[in-house]
């Protein structure tokens, strides 16, 4: 209990901030798999901007959150 009152707010940061990696790390796999595939440039084009639109929308979440946390 008095580690939860010391450092609380860290480790709810740490758990934010991890579960945002595991989506990044993901969505990044997708990027790499998007650019190496033979196919059609426009497709890739619209699929990788999707993808990077996903990957800032979750970065600008997890900052909201984390700074809603430590107030």
Do not use: C, F, P, W
């Not at 579960?19 to 497709?43: C, P, S, V, Y």
Request: zero cysteines; charged letters at 35%; glycine letters at 4%.
């Amino acid at each position: 209990a008095e580690i939860l009152k010391d450092k609380g707010d860290k480790i709810r940061l740490y758990g934010i901030y991890i579960h945002a990696q595991k989506q990044l790390t993901q969505i990044n796999q997708q990027i790499k798999m998007t650019q190496r595939r033979e196919g059609d440039a426009d497709a890739k084009r619209v699929r990788l901007d999707q993808l990077y639109q996903q990957r800032n929308r979750i970065a600008k979440l997890t900052e909201e959150r984390a700074q809603s946390t430590q107030r």
